[in-house]
């Protein structure tokens, strides 16, 4: 299940070695799309993901193709993973309902509330790394099962602000998308001098 897609900047819940992200599995007929991104280790190394993600069946037919840069299907890219449109599934046609629990414990708000959770659920996942970025120098791409790109995102942290983020526990919350754009010689030496830092702490 989805873990808390509100909070930006929360560590992905999934697995390391997961190949293949559905929040749940063997519940709906699929398509098998295909992710690739980013990440930033706990050291500062920049590393590339490639997950299969299980959309619901119908997705291929109603999304369009897209160019980097362009959003399509894909609503944000996060620390933690992806989301997908949720009205995408309106436009297929999804039926939530034979996922709901009617768990009162766990949905004191009754169907309505479930019913939200499992929307998010189908369509917010969690990806493996420690802190995925997405930005025009390393873009997040989502591509359908016949490898047509449908989705992607530039316009959340860049690597350097990765590496601020876990440089600065934290504390620094910032993209620096701007200054990739408007000074690429002095981001990339801020890249460097970041990095040597993370190496630094780690050999302590």
Known sequence: MVRDAGNILRCSS?????KVVNNYP????????????????????????VVAVELP??????C?????????????VRRWGFAC????????GFDPAPLLTHDQERFPG???QELLQVMIGVTHFDLPGHFIIASQEHPFLLFDPRGTLKGSHTSWYTYLGA??????DGRVKASFQQLWRENEGLYQE???????????????
């Open 14 to 18: 999934a697995a390391p070695d997961t």
């Open 26 to 49: 063997g519940r709906y007929p699929t398509e098998d799309w295909q992710a690739r991104y980013w990440t930033v280790t706990e050291g500062g190394d920049l590393q590339e993901g």
């Open 57 to 62: 069946r119908g997705c291929t037919a109603a």
């Open 64 to 76: 369009l193709e897209v160019e980097v840069g362009q959003s399509g299907c894909v609503h944000r």
């Open 85 to 92: 449109y949720v009205s995408l599934l309106e436009e297929i």
């Open 110 to 112: 009754g169907d309505d």
């Open 163 to 168: 590496l601020a983020y876990l440089a600065s």
């Open 190 to 204: 801020a890249v460097r001098f970041l990095m040597g830092a993370l190496r630094r702490e780690e050999g302590e």
